[in-house]
Nanobody, 122 residues
Framework: QVQLVESGGGLVQAGGSLRLSCAAS????????MAWFRQAPGKEREFVAC??????NYADSVKGRFTISRDNAKNTAYLQMNSLKPEDTAVYYC?????????????????WGQGTHVAVSS
């Protein structure tokens, strides 16, 4: 089992930046791919970014603005969000799946955090 706890959300003006963190605990010695998803009010949960041990992948809507990274020594994944837009407003969830490869599909992930809220004002 892996437990995930997100932090770093908040309210920011359009054009601003935030960095989200996802701290993993439990069976973190295993190899996991990590991802960020988000869910806006009234919408389905959508893929934002994922990272395996060597590769990253991004949704088109965040490419060039968001960067996913991980610090394996700290068992922590990050999402650096720059040039934020009001449409980035959502609850952001961290997710993990066993194995070396990331995925953009929610059902590929076994472990989820509780979410952290990001609000971007215009």
């Amino acid at each position: 089992q892996v437990q995930l706890v997100e932090s770093g959300g908040g309210l920011v003006q359009a054009g601003g930046s935030l960095r989200l963190s996802c701290a993993a605990s439990g069976r973190t010695s295993s190899r996991y791919a990590m991802a960020w998803f988000r869910q806006a009010p009234g919408k389905e949960r959508e893929f934002v970014a994922c990272i395996s041990w060597s590769t990253t992948n991004y949704a088109d809507s965040v490419k060039g603005r968001f960067t996913i990274s991980r610090d394996n020594a700290k068992n922590t994944a990050y999402l650096q969000m720059n040039s934020l837009k009001p449409e980035d407003t959502a609850v952001y969830y961290c997710a993990a799946r066993s194995g070396s490869y990331g995925s953009s599909r929610t059902y590929d992930y076994s472990y989820w955090g509780q979410g952290t809220h990001v609000a971007v004002s215009s």
